[in-house]
Structure formats: C-alpha cells, structure tokens
C-alpha cells in the first residue's frame, strides 16, 4: 500500500462521486492518502440555494449539509481504493453517530473536510470525520456507510454487500 498523497480537482470528483448540483458539496480534494485518510475543501458561498430559507437574516449552513459533505468526501476516501461505477452505484448512509456541531458555518467560511478510514467489514464502511473552519471544529460525527448497486431503473440490488 502505497503512502503516496494525492489530491483531486472537481472534475475528477464528478468521476467519481453520482452528486451534482445543488448537492455535490465537496469542491476539492486536498490530500488523500488511500485507506487511511482525506482532506477536502468545500467553499461556502452566499449563492447556496438553502441559504434563502436557512435562515433569512443570518444565513447558517444546516448542520444535515455539513453531514453530508462529510458522506461524501469519505466516499472518495472509500473509492480511493474500491473500483465501482458511479452511475451504477450508489453509497448510502447506514448511521451516523456521536455527531457534534460546535460551530455555525456561514456564507464565505472555508469548511475543512477531514475523515479518517476506521474499518470495512462486510460491505460497510466506518470513518471518523471531522469538518472545520479557520483551524476550528464545526462539526464531528462517526459516519456508518455502504455501496449498494443500482439495478436498470435506479432500484437498489438488495443482494450486493
């Protein structure tokens, strides 16, 4: 297993990760060292769609936001490694525990993404991720996550682990 460290712009990420926008929510991949862990870069801008209701006068980004810029960025930790298809493949949560926020993120803030692989045991994969802003946390969770195939009509294949 190599320890070499690679990082990816966004058009390697649209190989690799099925989210488009308004939901693709990593913008850069930093450092990535297969199997072990990743630091990507998501730039919070006002434009966001979710920032005209969340919240008017003093625009947040939601905290479920923040959870899934962390999903996905441990996905592309996770196909660092794994071949697969993203057309053809979905990765899902299966839990989300010890999940903390400890600071707002608001348009113009830099989120740090990090995650660190933890296990994979019979197609369920377990990281520790954390996202920050100005060397600060934001927000942590223990992420619980899977690969399930897609059958023609975008129906999950139940049978694949």
């Given amino acids: 297993m190599s320890t070499e460290k690679i990082s990816l712009d966004i058009h390697k990420i649209l190989t690799l ?32 769609p979710y920032f005209m209701g969340h919240f008017p006068n003093r625009p ?6 923040i959870l899934e810029a962390l999903a996905q960025t441990a996905a592309l930790l996770a196909f660092s490694e794994e071949p697969h298809d993203p057309v053809s ?3 899902l949560f299966v839990g989300i525990d010890n999940a903390r926020f400890k600071r707002v993120v608001e348009p113009g803030d830099q989120l740090i993404l990090k995650a660190t692989f933890e296990r994979h045991m019979r197609g369920i994969w377990k990281f520790r991720a954390r996202a920050e802003v100005d060397g600060m946390v934001a927000a942590e969770a223990d992420l619980i996550c899977t690969v399930r195939r897609t059958v023609g009509n975008g129906q999950q294949d139940a049978g694949l682990r």
């Fill in 60 to 65: 947040v980004m939601p905290g479920v936001l």
């Fill in 17 to 48: 990760l099925p989210h488009r926008y308004p939901i693709l929510l990593v913008d850069r991949v930093l450092d990535l060292e297969p199997h072990r862990s990743i630091k990507a870069l998501k730039n919070v801008s006002f434009n966001e």
């Fill in 89 to 91: 493949t979905l990765y």
